[in-house]
């Protein structure tokens, strides 16, 4: 029997990690990740999990560790958040180009310098091209439904890539909510058994030795790097049969990479990512209620990253209304240009002009707000929209302005 | 030139008042830095101060000379990096047991057997206190009230000074922060020490290790003649309970030092852009 808890973001991923039953955990403790693994250490403590747990010297080794317990064909899983997930790069590469079926999860927080503790999105975003599966979760729940979700993407083999389940520092990780927490027959029953099945590709086989973590010359190389790129873009559709499966399993969640709030009408377009979803659909509805008709992309999948989803919702043939204005609403900022999220989606955009020309495409506008854990107010999201308003009438908006910094008001 | 009056301590405290909790080891440590440097008796821009990540690297903040809050675990290249572009710099750098001998702990041992002139304290309170309370490298493996390694970690701790010694520090030390003023008199040694000068300053965490107040208790003084000979001092760690205070090795390897000195005067540099 399914159990309600009241239960914190992070609390909701130990609970996640529990009922997949990794083999071996190893962590270094970072503020906002600290409680997920003091919670999954006591599990282990009192024999709820079987798993060994290791208290490592640096998130470096944390992930080295967790690679080598992958490569014995066991599932594992470590946590961190803003420098050690940066400390971890190198292994972040190696992990996916390696092809071990990792799940780890990330508190997004604000990098260094200057130092602070707080969340935004400026992790997980610096690491977008290290070949991880990067998924963004709005509640606890989902945050626990995701960890579950997560081992089976991963794991699945066709996939064969890890996976970075991120959560809002302090927002989504310490804030506490109902979250309904499944029964270990169901998920036993959802995910594959926690050794791999032998022969499991990229592990050790241990009737026939080989060695793993080769190298490769130019030629060779490109190989490895196009079936790596090719398999997370086919990703998409494991991704989609493990959200259904969950869905009809456990009654909640979905299979879309991206998840659209009264979208199909709307003029105006907000896309973001994370538990700020959730004010903007707040937003929404109250200025829905004045007339305007506004509406929400929340992406859940920033890799791979759903170009045709996103182009379906904004310009498919199901749409009501055409989308006169697209606001990008995130919490980084690739210096020297625009938003992460905003780049990835103008590039989707693109190739949306390239295919099918449709008339002109809408004025795109760059929200960048909430760094260093700086809150994004009901009334900043209204000022977004009346900015896109304007864009879309092509009225008193400046276009150069297309990158726009939120709150420097109360910065020095 | 104009004679000045003599430093004191508050001429070396900056105006940030510490967070560190009330009877944390380090307000008594940050008392014997200010000490030391009113004893060294050179000029506030004459000294630079490195830090790495935890609640005792905060302490350059707390001093008003040349500061930096550098990244977790990376203090000591860092203040290599300093002292190699400001030989004439006096460098002095701080982080806690966690900061140097886990996540910076290869930082350690190279610091040791580079030898670059400068002086580092371990702030050790045998605990992360930073992140609420985990075990660190120089934690008692039974010790177990932190929930990441409820039965404690089972693992043989670090002894820093006999790691410091193996890799070739050239002066090794040990200080209480109960004792500011002995502290103080080990932080000037190490200054005044060629080469690479460790000193490892127990300082409580009376928040996660309250058990450590004890430590007061425990500390006793080591003999007045330090050895000046790596096996000898190796003999002696040999048998030490880990709270034995004061000079435990003074060695006599040159330190390294780019040949690079600053010769030219302002007024040297002034007539070249002149003519
Ligand atoms: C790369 C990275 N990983 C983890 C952290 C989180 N963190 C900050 S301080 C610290 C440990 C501090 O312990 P110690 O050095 O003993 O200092 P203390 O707080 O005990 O003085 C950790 C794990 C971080 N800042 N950066
Ligand atoms: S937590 Fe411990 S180390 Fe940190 S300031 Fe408080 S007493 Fe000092
Ligand atoms: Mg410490």
């Given amino acids: 029997m399914s159990e309600l808890h009241f239960l914190s973001g992070n609390e909701a991923v130990a609970q996640g990690v529990r009922l997949s039953r990794p083999r071996v955990i190893a962590a270094y403790p970072i503020t906002p990740q600290t409680i997920v693994v003091e919670r999954l250490s006591e599990m282990v403590e009192s024999r709820e999990l079987a798993a060994e747990f290791v208290h490592v010297e640096s998130e470096h080794s944390a992930l080295a560790l967790v690679m080598g317990s992958a490569a014995m064909g066991v599932r594992t899983f470590t946590a961190t958040s803003s420098q050690g997930l940066m400390y971890m790069a190198e292994c972040l590469h190696y992990t996916s180009g390696g092809r071990f079926p990792l799940v780890m999860m990330n508190a997004n927080r604000s ?302 | 030139m104009t004679i000045q009056s003599p430093l004191t301590v508050q001429d070396f405290k900056s105006d940030v008042k510490p967070i560190w909790c009330p009877g944390c080891g380090d307000h008594a440590v940050l008392l014997a830095v200010t000490k030391a440097l009113v004893e060294l008796n050179t000029p506030r821009e004459q000294i630079a101060f490195i830090s790495g990540i935890g609640c005792s690297s905060r302490i350059p903040a707390y001093t008003n000379v040349y500061g930096f809050h550098g990244v977790h675990g990376r203090a000591l290249a860092i203040a290599a990096g300093v002292k190699l572009a400001r030989p004439d710099l006096t460098v002095l750098v701080a982080g806690g047991d966690g900061d140097g001998l886990s996540i910076g702990g290869n930082h350690f041992m190279h610091a040791c057997r580079r030898n670059v002139d400068m002086t580092y304290v371990i702030m050790d309170n045998e605990v992360y206190g930073m992140t609420k309370g985990q075990a660190s490298p120089t934690t008692a493996p039974d010790w177990c009230n932190s929930k990441l390694t409820p039965h404690g970690t089972g693992v043989s701790p670090v002894e820093p000074v006999r790691l410091a010694l193996a890799a070739g520090a050239n002066f090794i030390a040990r200080g209480f922060a109960g004792n500011p003023n002995d502290v103080a008199r080990l932080i000037v040694e190490g200054v005044h020490h060629p080469g690479f000068s460790f000193i490892q300053v127990l300082s409580p965490c009376v928040t996660y290790r309250p058990e450590q107040r004890e430590w007061k208790q425990s500390v006793h003084a080591g003999q007045d003649q330090p050895p000046q000979l790596v096996a000898e001092a190796m003999h002696r760690l040999a048998s030490d309970d880990g709270f034995t205070t004061g000079v435990l090795f003074a060695g006599n390897r040159p330190a390294f030092m780019p040949e690079r000195k600053v010769t030219a005067s302002f007024a040297d540099i002034e007539k070249k852009f002149a003519s």
């Avoid at chain 1, 200057?114 to 991880?132: K, M």
């Avoid at chain 1, 707040?282 to 929340?298: E, N």
């Avoid at chain 1, 009901?378 to 297309?402: C, K, V, Y």
């Fill in chain 1, 111 to 412: 990098l260094a310098l200057p130092w602070n503790i707080y969340g935004d999105q400026s992790d997980s975003l610096a690491l977008l091209s290290s070949g991880w599966i990067q998924v963004y979760a709005e509640t606890a729940q989902e945050s626990l439904d995701m960890i579950i979700q997560a081992y089976a993407v991963a794991e699945d083999v066709r996939v064969r890539t890890p996976v970075l389940v991120n959560l809002d520092g302090f927002v989504l990780t310490h804030t506490y909510e109902p979250v309904i927490v499944p029964d270990q027959d169901t998920v036993d029953a959802f995910l594959p058994p926690p050794d791999f099945p032998p022969g499991y590709p990229g592990t050790f086989d241990l009737l026939r030795p080989q060695s793993l973590a080769v190298s490769a010359g130019p030629g060779d190389y490109a190989g490895f790097k196009y079936r790596q790129h090719r398999d997370m873009v086919a990703a998409a559709e494991p991704i989609r049969d493990v959200g259904g499966r969950f869905a009809e399993i456990f009654g909640r969640g979905s299979a879309d990479l991206i998840e659209p709030y009264r979208c199909g009408d709307a003029e105006l377009v907000m896309i973001t990512l994370g538990s700020i979803a959730g004010t903007v659909r707040d937003v929404i509805d109250d200025l829905r209620a004045d007339g305007l008709r506004v509406g929400l992309l929340r992406i859940r999948y920033l890799r791979p990253f759903p170009s045709e989803d996103l182009r379906r919702l904004l310009f498919g043939p199901l749409r009501r209304a055409a989308v006169a204005a697209i606001g990008i609403l995130e919490k980084d900022i690739s210096f020297g240009h625009q938003g992460g999220v905003a780049l990835e989606v103008k590039a989707a955009l693109y190739d949306q002009a390239e295919a099918s020309a449709p008339a002109g495409l809408p004025p795109v506008r760059n929200f960048i707000a909430g760094l260093g854990g700086q809150d994004i107010s009901r009334g900043q999201i209204i000022a977004m929209f009346d900015d896109l308003a304007r864009a879309a009438g092509r009225d008193g908006d400046e276009p150069a302005r297309s990158v726009r910094f939120v709150g420097l008001e109360a910065s020095r």
